[in-house]
């Protein structure tokens, strides 16, 4: 394809300039941002927001960029967030990534040039159905595309531009971000909600174009540490336990209905991510969801309860569990302000979509945010299979998510 095709919309051009940026976080890293590629796009945004008139774009130490569009109204609109996260997942490769145009969509399989096993199916992706005549984006199938999340960031920035370039369109202050890390749940470390001040805000970081998520699930994570005998395996007769084993049998033991790949809808799950350790020292890794606290406990208590069992199965040997809290499902916070969510449901009605209301099986940088004090429920960006080669998005689908940030901050001027 040809990137200097005219009759590609700004949109697009912006996200396929942005995905070419390897942005890969990084789950052991101990830095912020855990990669410092992050920031290259990061200063790439810089100097787009500052070239279409928004002077004091800057990136902090963190790699957080931030600027101001000022409002135009001479009335009090509360100040309102858009945030995007610029890193991809560390799941699949962000490297070189090269996009590729399939236009005027009309159906069947799409195959991904680099690697004929990655193929889009309308049968496994069936809102590709809904993209009839449209133009997809994809990768050429050896990376991800990076949809999640620069899709966000290219719809923020074309919608700022478009405001600019149309002050008949009136609006409050409009607060911009893009966030690091989110990938890896780090994504709020070091986000300074009073510095950033607005009142409300959104992510864009959703999937099906129309749908405004305003629940995630709540999360904790769980740490299991088994203790074991180790003894010489040669006199090892009765004398020896293995952290190993016990830790095995406990994975081993976990309740498969509660898992990830039985799950769907409302339903929660525990779900092991490591498992690591000697004949000594065994330690286990899981990750705990539910849309509801009293689900979260109890799957928790399932986990202890199978701790003990472990310990009854080998004699000798201790179970230790430790639960951490990572987030909370947004929808606590949101009712208490429900125009929030209202007026992003108004702006994708006004944008010529249906707006439908969605829960994430997942977290955001707004479950923190909003859990935080800053209400954030996250709108859609247009993207589908998102951490895979088969990613894909419709151009169409992302022109709507520009119009219908255009829609919102001029809906919360209105009605202010």
């Not at 912006?14 to 920031?39: C, G, L, N």
């Not at 920035?157 to 002050?167: D, Q, S």
């Not at 976990?254 to 004949?279: C, K, M, N, W």
């Not at 940088?365 to 080669?389: C, E, I, W, Y």
Request: aromatic share 6%; glycine share 8%; with cysteine.
């Amino acid at each position: 394809m040809t990137h200097h095709d005219q009759d590609i919309p700004t949109v697009a051009r912006r996200f396929m300039r942005y995905v070419a940026i390897d942005t890969q976080s990084q789950e052991e890293a101990t830095t912020y941002p855990s990669t410092e590629k992050q920031k290259d796009l990061g200063r790439l945004l810089v100097s787009e927001l500052k070239e279409i008139g928004l002077t004091d774009a800057e990136m902090d130490e963190w790699g957080y960029v931030f600027a101001t569009l000022p409002g135009n109204v001479d009335k009090a609109v509360p100040t309102i967030g858009l945030i995007s996260h610029v890193d991809t997942a560390p799941a699949v490769t962000g490297k070189d990534v090269k996009p590729v145009l399939h236009r005027n969509y009309q159906g069947g399989a799409l195959t991904l040039p680099a690697d004929p096993s990655a193929v889009i199916d309308p049968t496994e992706s069936p809102a590709l159905k809904n993209c009839m005549g449209h133009d997809i984006i994809t990768s050429d199938g050896s990376t991800l595309l990076g949809a999640d999340d620069k899709a966000g960031v290219a719809e923020i920035m074309t919608a700022v531009e478009y405001l600019i370039a149309h002050p008949e369109l009136k609006h409050g202050r409009v607060r911009i971000a893009f966030t690091c890390d989110e990938e890896i749940g780090r994504g709020t470390e070091h986000f300074d909600i009073e510095k950033f001040g607005a009142k409300f805000a959104y992510t864009i970081d959703g999937e099906t174009a129309g749908e405004i998520e305003n629940e995630t699930f709540c999360a904790d994570g769980a740490t299991v540490v088994f203790k074991g005998i180790n003894v010489h395996p040669g006199y090892a007769k009765n004398k020896l336990v293995s952290a190993i084993k016990a830790a095995s049998f406990f994975v081993r033991s976990l309740p498969p209905d509660f898992a990830p790949e039985t799950t769907e809808g409302r339903q929660g799950y525990l779900h092991p991510v490591s498992i690591s350790g000697t004949e000594e020292l065994g330690t286990v890794k899981l990750i705990v969801r539910d849309f509801e606290e009293d689900g979260l406990h109890r799957l928790e208590d399932v986990l202890r309860d199978l701790a003990e069992r472990t310990k009854k199965e080998f004699p000798g040997s201790d179970a230790q569990v430790t639960i951490e809290e990572q987030y909370r499902n947004m929808r606590m916070k949101l009712d208490e302000a429900p125009q929030v969510v209202e007026y992003a449901m108004e702006a994708v009605k006004r944008a010529g979509a249906k707006p439908g209301l969605s829960s994430i099986r997942g977290g955001t940088d707004g479950s923190k945010l909003t859990q935080m004090g800053l209400p954030t429920p996250n709108v859609f960006t247009g993207g589908h299979n998102f951490h895979a080669r088969t990613e894909w998005i419709s151009i169409q689908d992302m022109e709507l998510g520009v119009k219908t940030l255009v829609e919102l901050v001029q809906v919360w001027s209105e009605k202010s």
